[in-house]
């Protein structure tokens, strides 16, 4: 099954208001969480990045919030800008896992962000 | 600066044809690789990734394989093709596992009939 869901396809935020992405995942051996953004037809980008031994990371107007307990973290993006429209990508993963995955990043199935004007 | 290039850009194949994909990344020296797979509306999912010339771990199992020729080189191929492969191929690499971050390649998108 799938590892790190979306749940949300898509959002749609004011400019300079807050947008917020969710992503939930299901393995506890995930110790590290990722953002990455996609503009259509361009690879993905890392934004920002959090290992399991913090629950928040800041930086600039991003923000990563992770609850280990509830398997979910989130990215807050305050002051959005009509540039920061985008679909954004959860990924999630652990180097060394055992069962001979070895070293494997799962994403989500991505969210659009519309930051309208 | 690290450039990552793939080839070819996009290819139209059929059912049951040879393929094979590649990706060089140049201005850095051994570097992690990984290859992606995304069918249409799909989730980006982890196929192989490589830490070494020579060494290649297969996550997921599509009846693809992998290969390190180089360095700086990625290999991706199939002897025969199924519709299941159609889609969007990114190479991608790291400076060192998972948990750092990944470069990606500017992709192939592969159409089987």
């Known amino acids: 099954g799938q590892q790190v869901k979306q749940s949300s396809p898509s959002l749609t935020v004011q400019e300079g208001g807050i947008s917020i992405l969710n992503c939930d995942y299901e393995?506890?051996?995930?110790?590290?969480f990722a953002w990455y953004k996609k503009y259509p037809d361009n690879s993905p980008t890392l934004l920002i990045s959090?290992?399991?031994?913090?629950d928040k990371r800041e930086d600039g107007r991003l923000t990563v919030f992770l609850n280990k307990s509830g398997k979910h973290f989130s990215l807050h993006i305050t002051a959005s800008q009509p540039e920061d429209t985008a679909v954004y990508l959860c990924a999630a993963g652990a180097a060394n896992m055992q069962q001979g995955t070895g070293s494997k990043l799962s994403f989500g199935k991505g969210a659009k962000l519309t930051v309208s004007p | 600066a690290q450039t990552i290039h793939q080839w070819p850009v996009a290819e139209i194949k059929a059912v049951g044809s040879p393929l094979s994909l590649g990706c060089t990344i140049k201005g850095k020296s051994s570097p992690n690789l990984y290859w992606y797979w995304q069918a249409t509306g799909g989730t980006l999912q982890q196929l192989f990734y490589?830490?070494?010339?020579?060494?290649v771990e297969s996550v997921v199992q599509l009846n693809l394989s992998a290969s390190r020729p180089k360095d700086d080189q990625f290999i991706l191929s199939t002897e025969k093709l199924l519709l299941s492969h159609s889609g969007f191929y990114l190479c991608a690499w790291s400076l060192t596992g998972v948990r750092d971050t990944q470069y990606f390649g500017p992709g192939t998108r592969l159409l089987v009939l």
């Open positions: 393995n506890d051996m995930f110790d590290y």
């Open positions: 959090v290992r399991s031994n913090v």
């Open positions: 490589s830490i070494t010339v020579g060494q």
